[in-house]
């Protein structure tokens, strides 16, 4: 049987989940992503042995999610995805006992990787020099121009690339001197470069990539995890009516008879959103992230708040699922621009529409609402936490 090792890359930053911890280290049904991979390759009988491509700034975390596995000591890794995998095959070369016949290089935001498909990169190996698994295409595909569809793709011959890429050592480990900072995203990519013959293998639907926190949420699905950790957290906002000719209400400038008083935009929904997010999360409330007595926040657009309170809930592992806005007044009347608050909502939210309520309500001509007095906003935001 020819020698086989496995090598995962982890050495990337994660940019785009957007968390403190790297994604690569956060945990899935109780184990790091990272050590999901790994795993699932140490436990395969074609693999003769497993070495992680890491920051070196990520030690601690490294040595937590691989404790008692044994592993030999990880490779430092580059600045782009290429240099990692190429960091990671000159180790190799200089292997005590010698290079290994075969290379699986494999992400390890990919931690749902099943031993099949691990079992049909290495067989193609057999006959040809690379070999990846990928999935078919099966999404019509369109062309996008300006908003309108410019043409249907054929689909029949696309394949989305997955991991593990399978590849012959010295093939491979040649095409990736050669191709060194050439800026290419797998290592697919590097040997076709390089004019090897890559084969491509089914993989599998599930093999998911986790980039963003909704992956994760997916991953955990997939796994048929638990019960997730869900909170919910309630804002409630008032401002009281002054001389102007609009009002903003949920980031959207509404025409009216009078304007709302505040030390901000007095978008009196916005804040009641912030703190139905801050309360999901048990991280304090609007006013305690931005003190009304500090000028720096005099006249600012609210959406500012929401932002800042949106990062907290990604930077402590959580997806947004649901909000739910309630507008109390009589005047000005709501639904005209009730689709349009959705859609601003959504898009400061970075959620899909279908994510987002707003409702509006009078209170009969009764109280300071029905005087028309002000205006006073509730809202409730249900948040998913992926890493409790
Ligand atoms: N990777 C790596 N070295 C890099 C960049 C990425 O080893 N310089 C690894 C990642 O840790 C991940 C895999 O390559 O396991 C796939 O990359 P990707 O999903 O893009 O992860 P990140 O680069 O960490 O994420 P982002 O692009 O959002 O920053
Ligand atoms: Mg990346």
Known sequence: MPSC????????????????????????????????????FRGHPAVSGVLVVYQPAHRALYDQATQGLGLPEPVPGGATRQDSGRLGLERLAAWPGGA??????????????????????????????????????IDTLKKWVDGFTAGTVDRSCLWRAQTPQGFRFSAILEA???????????????????????????????????????????????????????????????????????VTLCGVRVPHSQSLEGHSDADVAL?????????????????????????QWRGVDSTVFL?????????????????DVTLICERPKVGPHRA???????????????RVSVKATTTEKLGFTGREEGIAAQAIATVVLLCP
């Open 340 to 354: 349009a608050m959705v859609e601003r909502l959504a898009e400061v939210l970075e959620v899909e529409p279908g």
């Open 100 to 137: 290994p016949d075969y290379v699986l290089i494999h992400d390890a935001a990919r931690p749902l990787v099943d031993a099949e498909t691990i079992s049909r990169v290495v067989a193609a190996l057999e006959h040809a020099p690379a070999a990846i698994a990928a999935v078919q295409v």
């Open 307 to 323: 932002r800042h309170a949106v990062a907290l809930v990604r930077a402590r592992g959580g997806v947004i699922g649901h909000v």
């Open 176 to 246: 990736h001197r050669r191709l060194a900072g050439a800026g290419l995203t797998d290592d697919a990519a590097v040997a076709e470069a390089a004019g090897l013959p890559v084969a491509l293998v089914p993989g599998s639907p599930d093999n998911i990539k986790v980039t963003t926190p909704i992956d994760l949420e997916r991953a955990h699905r997939l796994l048929g995890g638990g019960v997730p950790d869900i909170r919910t957290g309630l804002g409630f906002d008032v401002h009281r009516f002054a001389p102007g000719d609009f």
């Open 5 to 40: 090792i496995a090598l995962i890359v982890a050495a990337g930053s994660g940019e785009r989940f957007g968390s403190e911890l790297p994604k690569q280290y956060l945990s899935l049904a109780g184990q790091p992503l990272v050590r999901r991979a790994i795993e699932a």
């Open 271 to 295: 804040h009641a959103l912030t703190d139905a997010l801050l309360g999901a999360i048990s991280a304090g409330d609007i006013g305690s992230h931005f003190p009304p007595s500090d000028p």
